[in-house]
């Protein structure tokens, strides 16, 4: 079994900053990609960010590059996503996903999911 969990959700101003964590548990020997998506109300999922096993090769969504950051700490329990200049259109749940699979896989078809964290960005 893996375990995600979402945290660092919250509200937040047009142009603030906000940084949501992941954190992994269980079989995580398993684990290689880590992935954030987002789903607001009345759309669907759609991919924001992924990492390599190894933290050093990252992916981003044309909609949120140069403004969202995806990283994995040393012990490679926790995965971070950085986002700065937010927007309403950032307003959504994010969710956190895992693939036994390279960074192409957990973009397409993640083997894990955490249960979402809310981020909502307001004018």
């Known amino acids: 079994q893996v375990q995600l969990v979402e945290s660092g959700g919250g509200l937040v101003q047009v142009g603030g900053s906000l940084r949501l964590s992941c954190a992994s548990s269980g079989r995580t020997s398993r684990i290689n990609a880590m992935a954030w998506f987002r789903q607001a109300p009345g759309k669907e999922r759609e991919f924001v960010a992924a990492?390599?096993?190894?933290?050093?090769?990252?992916k981003y969504a044309d909609s949120v590059k140069g403004r969202f950051t995806i990283s994995r700490d040393s012990a490679r329990d926790t995965t971070t996503l950085e986002m700065n200049s937010l927007n309403p259109e950032d307003t959504a749940v994010y969710y956190c996903?895992?693939?036994?699979?390279?960074?192409?896989?957990?973009?397409?078809?993640?083997?894990?999911w955490g249960q979402g964290t809310q981020v909502t960005v307001s004018s």
């Open positions: 996903a895992a693939a036994v699979g390279p960074i192409k896989d957990v973009t397409e078809r993640p083997d894990y």
């Open positions: 990492v390599s096993g190894s933290g050093l090769t990252t």
